[in-house]
């Protein structure tokens, strides 16, 4: 058999930019990563992109002659037919910004865009947690939350590939203003965002806890910081984590009931936090989703992790090249 080109991909994230090689089997070969300075605007965005590509290259001797593809999963709102990214939150100034054929232009080689949790769904039913399912939600909890889709064993984006902004529906319609303008969105409610800002703020309200000293000294505190709080039986930490997990039941609940999925995979920087985030989620799914379909959604932490977006960006290359 002829052998196959491993793909060049890359993770266009908010922070980081990754690049690495990926062969078919879903491996990653050579990995390199960079500061997305994304405050810079697209123009150094993308040149960031390249510069992370071509460093990857010639630190491992190797020329874009070796890869069957170019592969970028990013966060935002991708058209990926046209290969354009139309809005991103995280990537100021992004508006329409033709990034295929900018790198296609520049490579010549085929080149595709793949919004992250798309990106990640697919990598977790090729290789991951989802591989012997049918249906399945990758649920993304890290700054912001949002979801990709695979429905009876098929990519799900949407009519113009908007689908899996799950962050925005509403778990609390009397809750509190969204960035995005609404009320009550689980993003606000569950993200690493909303426990970094519910420790602070009542801590600043006068309430105890060990994460005092970490707001005095650094001026703010992490999902993490929480984290490693909770992990040494700190009550307010432990708090503020169930109550975001228990907002996170009643999103999964909603996913629950629209799609009966086989199984839901979150992923994301929060999802870490392993099950002291997932059972008070689990639990709040088996009170309130309908019984069969509750049941039915095994609830699991990514095996992929940070590699995820990577692994789906080439995965999804593959299947475009019809390899
Ligand atoms: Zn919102």
Redesign the pocket.
């Known amino acids: 058999m002829k052998s196959i080109l491993p793909v060049l991909a890359v993770d266009l994230g908010g922070t980081h930019i990754r690049a690495a090689v990926v062969n078919n089997s879903g491996q990653l070969l050579f990995r390199e990563a960079t500061a997305t300075l994304a405050e810079g605007g697209p123009s150094v965005v993308i040149e960031r992109i390249i510069s992370v590509i071509d460093r990857l290259l010639s630190i491992n001797r190797l020329t874009i002659k070796d890869f069957s593809a170019v592969s970028i999963s990013a966060a935002g709102a991708i058209d990926m037919d046209a290969g354009v990214v139309t809005y991103s939150p995280n990537l100021p100034g992004w508006r329409d910004i033709p990034l295929r054929e900018m790198l296609q232009n520049h490579y010549h080689l085929p080149t595709y865009i793949i919004h992250d949790a798309n990106a990640a769904v697919l990598a977790e039913h090729r290789y991951g947690a989802g591989k012997s399912a049918r249906d399945i939600v990758y649920l993304t909890v890290s700054t912001g939350i949002g979801a990709g889709f695979i429905l009876n064993g098929e990519l799900y984006a949407g009519a113009t590939g908007g689908a899996g902004e799950v ?2 529906m509403t778990v609390d319609m009397h809750g509190p203003r ?6 009550g ?4 409610l569950a993200s690493g965002t909303a426990i970094a800002r519910d420790a602070s703020h009542r801590i600043e309200h006068g309430e105890q806890s060990s994460l005092q000293g970490i707001l005095t000294r650094d001026g703010k505190i992490t999902a993490e910081d929480v984290s490693r709080a909770a992990d040494t039986g700190d009550a307010l930490a432990s708090e503020v984590i169930t109550q975001a997990a228990k907002y996170l039941g009643a999103g999964l609940t909603n996913i629950v009931n629209i799609f009966n999925p086989e199984m839901i995979i979150i992923g994301g920087g929060v999802a870490r936090m392993g099950d002291k985030l997932l059972n008070p989620a689990r639990q709040i799914v088996m009170q309130r989703a309908f019984p069969q379909s509750a049941r039915t959604a095994k609830i699991v932490a990514t095996e992929l992790w940070d590699d995820v977006g990577l692994i789906g960006a080439a995965v999804y290359a593959f299947k475009q090249l019809a390899i």
Request: hydrophobic share 15%.
């Open positions: 962050g925005h969204c960035t995005c303008g609404n009320y969105c689980l993003e606000f």
